[in-house]
């Protein structure tokens, strides 16, 4: 089946740091989400991308969908505190109906 | 309600019985989706509605796990004779329609722990 391979697993990040974190797939997908989850709750959708090449900004994050349809890059500017938790990409691919496939995730820590 | 809720939050059961989780999506959304969630690992497709009907229903583990939808609201999650294999988040969300370009929203899951 589809898999995602989302990178990095965990980051470390200083207040007022700039991250990134990245998505690819084997398969394209017709769109891909960012979700956020924090501890004992369910993912928080952060950003939509549907068409390849778009670029979309939601206050310091900014995503974009990749040329190739293969892969989805999600970047925090200027981080605080509060971005710490578990970020996730989704897509759905072509033939995937209406499931969304994940990735592992990347847990954003802060450094100590 | 303003968000998807699910009930219960926490379950705790003993091996082999019977549970049922139960999911109400965001009013006016057509189309609900059931995904589990392991400790520290990303979300798995199990299966969704459209309406009352579940089009695609590949996710199940096993025919231990069932679910069914009706009044295009509500839906429950059942899952039979459980193993401890089952233990995880269950996570439910919804969408206007059943279509790539409307998101899907989540509730914060129902945590199943069987001993």
């Known amino acids: 089946g589809q898999q995602l391979n989302q990178s990095p697993q965990s980051m470390f990040i200083q207040e007022g740091e700039d991250v990134s974190m990245n998505c690819t797939s084997s398969?394209?997908?017709?769109?891909w989400l960012w979700y956020k989850q924090d501890p004992g709750e369910g993912p928080v959708l952060l950003i939509a991308?549907?068409?390849?090449?778009e670029l979309t900004s939601n206050g310091r994050l900014t995503a974009q969908f990749g040329i190739t349809r293969k892969d989805s890059f999600l970047n925090i500017s200027a981080s605080i505190p509060s971005d710490v938790g578990i970020y996730f990409c989704?897509?759905?691919?072509?033939?995937?109906?209406?499931?969304?496939?994940f990735g592992g995730g990347t847990r954003v820590l802060v450094k100590p | 309600g303003a968000g998807v809720s699910q009930s219960p939050s926490n379950k705790v059961t003993e091996k082999g019985k019977d549970v049922e989780l139960r999911c109400d999506p965001i009013?006016?959304?057509?189309?609900l989706y059931w995904y589990r969630q392991s400790l520290g690992q990303g979300l798995e497709f199990l299966i969704y509605?459209?309406?009352?009907?579940?089009?695609?229903k590949s996710g199940l583990p096993s025919d231990r796990f069932s679910a069914e939808r009706t009044g295009g609201s509500v839906s429950t999650l059942t899952i039979q004779r459980t193993q401890q294999e089952d233990s995880a988040v269950y996570l439910c969300?919804?969408?206007?329609?059943?279509?790539?370009?409307?998101?899907?929203?989540f509730g914060d899951g129902t945590r199943l722990s069987i001993l």
């Open positions: 969300a919804s969408s206007l329609a059943a279509n790539s370009n409307q998101p899907q929203h």
């Open positions: 398969s394209i997908f017709n769109t």
């Open positions: 991308l549907y068409k390849a090449g």
């Open positions: 989704a897509g759905n691919g072509l033939a995937a109906g209406n499931k969304l496939t």
């Open positions: 009013s006016g959304h057509t189309a």
């Open positions: 509605f459209q309406g009352n009907s579940a089009p695609d």
